[in-house]
């Protein structure tokens, strides 16, 4: 039963919700099933974030529209003030190829305070970007990136490190989705 419920949520978020042209509306449906997700933050349309309850976010962070975040068997933890660009994918799961039974591997993925992802990026399992770092945009991310390092690529390589305070705060206010 408890799997039944789960399965229709999923489907109410990913299919319906994220796809309703109000953020107020999409905002209140999250937060009313995942306290883990702060008040500032904002997920933009048509993103899909499958078992979204084991997902977290700080405040002031934006997930631009047409997102794929995969929470189904591991978290994605999200901190402050965390720029998603549209179309990007954050992979918990993926498959051991060495495995002859094609065995599952995973683990969580922690993106961390003032964190730049462009857009198109793909980031797989286990990955954590620490505070600053920023990926360009069609990386791929297969290992964890530095505090204010820059990648870039397939996959993605050190290109420089950012020259920057990281004072800002995202305030993102939606005019139209």
């Keep these: 039963m408890k799997r039944l419920f789960g399965a229709i949520i999923n ?3 990913n299919e319906v919700v994220t796809h309703v042209p109000c953020h107020a509306l999409r905002k209140l449906y999250l937060r009313a099933f ?36 995969d929470c189904r068997h591991y978290r994605v933890i999200i901190k402050t003030n965390v720029d998603i660009g549209p179309f990007s994918r954050i992979w918990t799961l993926g498959h051991n190829p060495n495995n002859e039974l094609h065995a599952l591997y995973g ?17 797989l399992p286990s990955v954590k970007l620490l505070r600053g ?24 390589r050190h ?19």
Excluded at 149 to 154: C, D, P, S, T, Y
Excluded at 159 to 177: A, F, G, T
């Design 133 to 156: 770092a920023v990926v360009g945009a069609s990386s791929v991310v297969h290992k964890s990136v530095g505090e204010k390092e820059i990648v870039a690529g397939n996959p993605a």
């Design 159 to 177: 290109i420089k490190m950012r020259d920057n305070n990281l004072n800002y705060n995202i305030n993102y206010k939606p005019l139209l989705d």
């Design 11 to 13: 489907y109410i978020f």
């Design 34 to 69: 995942n306290k883990n997700i702060h008040k500032s933050s904002v997920i933009l349309m048509h993103s899909k974030i499958p078992n979204f309850w084991n997902l977290e976010i700080g405040s002031n962070s934006i997930i631009n529209q047409y997102c794929h975040i």
């Design 107 to 123: 683990g969580d993925v922690l993106i961390e305070d003032h964190v730049w992802i462009a857009s198109g990026v793909t980031i």
